[in-house]
C-alpha cells in the first residue's frame, strides 16, 4: 500500500516539475536525485513523459540525474552511463521503510516502558494490601 501511495504522489511531483522555477516540486526530485544517486521514477527514461521534457525539447534530463563524479554532464539521453540508471521510487520506499521500522521499533520499547510501569504499580499495591505496616494510624482525626 505504501509502494501505491508513493507511485502516485510521485508521478504527480514528477508532472509538475519545472526545473527553470525555484518551486518546491523541482527543488524537491532535484534534491532526492541527488541524495539518492536515482534518476526517474522507474528510470531515467520515464522523463521522457513529463511535461517538462516536452516543453524543453533538448532530449536531455535534470542535472540532478548526472552522476556526481562527472562535471561535464549534460543530462543529454545520447550519453546514458553519465546518468544514474536505477529509478527513485524504489528508494524512496526502501527509505521510507526503514524510517516506519525505526517508528515501529519505538513504539513497541514505549509499550514495554509502559507495561513494566503498570506491573510494579500493581506489584506495589498487592504489597500494600497485604502488610499491615502499610495501613494508617488515625488517632483523634489526625494522621500519624
Not at 524537491?28 to 534518476?39: E, H
Not at 540525474?65 to 520506499?93: F, I, Q, W
Not at 506491573?119 to 506495589?124: E, G, H, Q, S
Amino acid at each position: 500500500q505504501v509502494e501505491d501511495e508513493v507511485d502516485h504522489s510521485i508521478r504527480k511531483v514528477y508532472n509538475g516539475y519545472n526545473g527553470t522555477n525555484p518551486d518546491a516540486a523541482s527543488r524537491a526530485i532535484d534534491y532526492v536525485q541527488r541524495q539518492l544517486r536515482c534518476c526517474g521514477i522507474h528510470n531515467y527514461s520515464d522523463w521522457e513523459n513529463t511535461v517538462w521534457f516536452k516543453q524543453t525539447k533538448n532530449n536531455s534530463v535534470p542535472l540532478s540525474c548526472c552522476k556526481a563524479a562527472l562535471s561535464n554532464c549534460t543530462g543529454s539521453l545520447t550519453r546514458p552511463m553519465d546518468l544514474y540508471s536505477e529509478g527513485c521510487e524504489a528508494l524512496v520506499v526502501k527509505k521510507l521503510q526503514e524510517i516506519m521500522m525505526y517508528v515501529i521499533w519505538a513504539a513497541l520499547a514505549f509499550a514495554a516502558i509502559q507495561l513494566l510501569g503498570m506491573l510494579c504499580a500493581c506489584i506495589v499495591l498487592c504489597r500494600r494490601s497485604r502488610d499491615p505496616a502499610y495501613e494508617l494510624l488515625i488517632t483523634g482525626g489526625t494522621y500519624a
